[in-house]
């Protein structure tokens, strides 16, 4: 009788832990447009085509070389909205890179 028990909770067991080990996809979100400059250290912003301004930053892309460029960023956006509303009245998102590519486009200066 406890080899039969044995058997069954190995049964229920075993899938459960085959499908818990299954890797995450991840899917990131892009977004194009100049990339400036904040003024405070590793801290940018980008208006992306629909035109909202994106407070960007990144711990692992060196982003001080893409300033007063255009540019594609891919990342994720935040969850939860800075509370800085700038002078839009919205709330800024923030998007945090994990990989950066030129763009076609100039920047206006």
């Known amino acids: ?13 075993a899938p459960a832990l085959t499908f818990s080990q299954s890797p ?12 400036t400059s904040t003024g405070q250290p590793n801290e940018y912003q980008l208006v992306d085509e629909k035109g909202i301004t994106n ?7 060196h982003l001080d070389s893409y ?3 255009s540019v ?12 800085d509303n700038g ?12 990989k950066v590519q030129p763009a076609s486009g100039d920047c206006k200066k």
């Open 1 to 13: 009788m406890r080899r039969r028990l044995f058997v069954f909770v190995m049964l229920l067991v």
């Open 24 to 35: 995450k996809t991840t899917t990131h979100s892009t977004i194009t447009g100049c990339l």
């Open 55 to 61: 407070l960007v930053y990144s711990a692992t892309v």
């Open 67 to 69: 300033v007063g460029k």
């Open 72 to 83: 594609t960023l891919t990342g994720d956006r935040g969850a939860t909205a800075s509370t």
């Open 87 to 98: 002078m839009t009245g919205r709330p800024t998102p923030h998007f945090k890179v994990v």
